[in-house]
């Protein structure tokens, strides 16, 4: 039997380095051997066990890349040696969702390093079909954004953003600012930020963001001078807060839209204004994950540069030091993005 290392969490906040079996591999499946995995805001759910408790011990991490290091038999767009990144949404390709792109409500679906033992670790296998070869020349510290970037294409793609919508983003971190980005590459006008961190809102207008609020106090008139008085056609919550979804609702203007994308703890809730939300024809729109072409998108907009990722990757810790990562995240919050890197 072959073996590899392996951080298991075990329980909440505590990372065993363990040396485990090597995945197998069926016929239509890849190995992959890991490069880099970044820290994603669900792995620090599960770390602090508020998310996919029960599913413990697991071996975490989703935002991956890597070099194939083994074939099944059948698979024929891939060979060793490929650097890759991958879909990490496993459905069973042939249901009415999986069919339309919307892996995540299908029946069986599980996701590498969520439901399944996934990154933080030397190899990980998954399914061929869901393995993308990376371009050549993107460096591996951009290539493990690709998953991330592809949760912002997908929540920008079904909340049907257009050119000169005015956009609000609620939270300036890691995720917060890859969404005030693709809100620039599409267009949107303008594009408010709020967070409690005047350190996020800085880079928040760094990369892109029009006017960015630190004092919550000052929110909704910031939102209401930039708009003619009206509200944001769209707002987008980026923390997993209650609190913040309803203030989400009390920005938007007649006709306009929520975005739900925090992940929050299981069973909380938002009161809503259901006669408002009929007579103002108001929506709220889920999304939370990249998949499909969302992952491919991604890929070409960061191999062309269309994403500032320099906040992104300067935070590196070995696949030993994977607990001393996660402690002193709280003391980084300078750091958008934390890698692990493997190889």
């Known amino acids: 039997m072959q073996t590899m290392r392996a951080a ?13 079996a090597r995945p197998e591999i069926g016929p239509d499946q890849v190995l992959i051997r890991v490069s880099r995995t970044g820290i994603c805001g669900t792995d620090i759910h599960i770390f602090n066990g508020h998310y996919a408790a029960d599913r413990l011990p697991l071996i ?4 991956f890349t890597g070099v194939v290091a083994g074939t099944g038999r059948d698979v024929r767009h891939l060979k060793e040696g490929d650097r890759v990144v991958a879909d990490i949404n496993i459905g069973c390709g042939t249901c009415y969702w999986c069919r339309r792109n919307e892996v995540l409500n299908c029946p069986d679906v599980t996701q590498v390093g969520i ?3 996934g990154a933080f670790a030397d190899y990980v296998a998954v399914p061929a079909r869901l393995v993308f070869p990376a371009p050549e020349g993107v460096p591996d510290a951009v290539l493990a954004l690709t998953e991330p970037v592809a949760c912002v294409v997908r929540a920008a793609r079904k909340a049907e953003v257009s050119f000169a919508q005015s956009i609000v983003v609620l939270g300036a971190g890691p995720v917060g600012n890859l969404h005030v980005q693709m809100m620039r590459l599409i267009g949107a006008a303008p594009i408010i930020v709020a967070d409690l961190s005047e350190a996020r809102c800085q880079k928040a207008l760094e990369v892109g963001a029009d006017v960015a609020i630190s004092d919550p106090a ?18 987008i919550e980026s923390v997993g807060s209650p609190r913040l979804y309803a203030t989400a609702f009390d920005l938007i203007r007649k006709g306009g839209h929520v975005a739900f994308f925090g992940l929050t703890g299981p069973g909380e809730t938002v009161s809503v204004d259901i006669l408002r939300t009929i007579l103002e024809e108001n929506s709220l729109k889920g999304s939370v994950a990249g998949m499909g072409e969302d992952m491919h998108d991604a890929m070409t907009l960061l191999a062309h540069g269309r994403f500032q990722i320099s906040a992104f990757i300067g935070s590196e810790y070995p696949l030993d030091h994977i607990q001393q990562a996660f402690d002193t995240l709280a003391d980084r919050p300078g750091d958008l993005k934390t890698q692990i890197v493997l190889a």
């Open 60 to 63: 975490p991490g989703h935002e």
């Open 218 to 235: 000052e929110l909704k008139a910031a939102v209401l001078a930039r708009t003619g008085g009206r509200g944001a056609d769209l707002v």
């Open 8 to 20: 298991v969490l075990t329980d909440p906040g505590r990372f065993d380095l363990r040396e485990v």
């Open 115 to 117: 439901g399944r033992d």
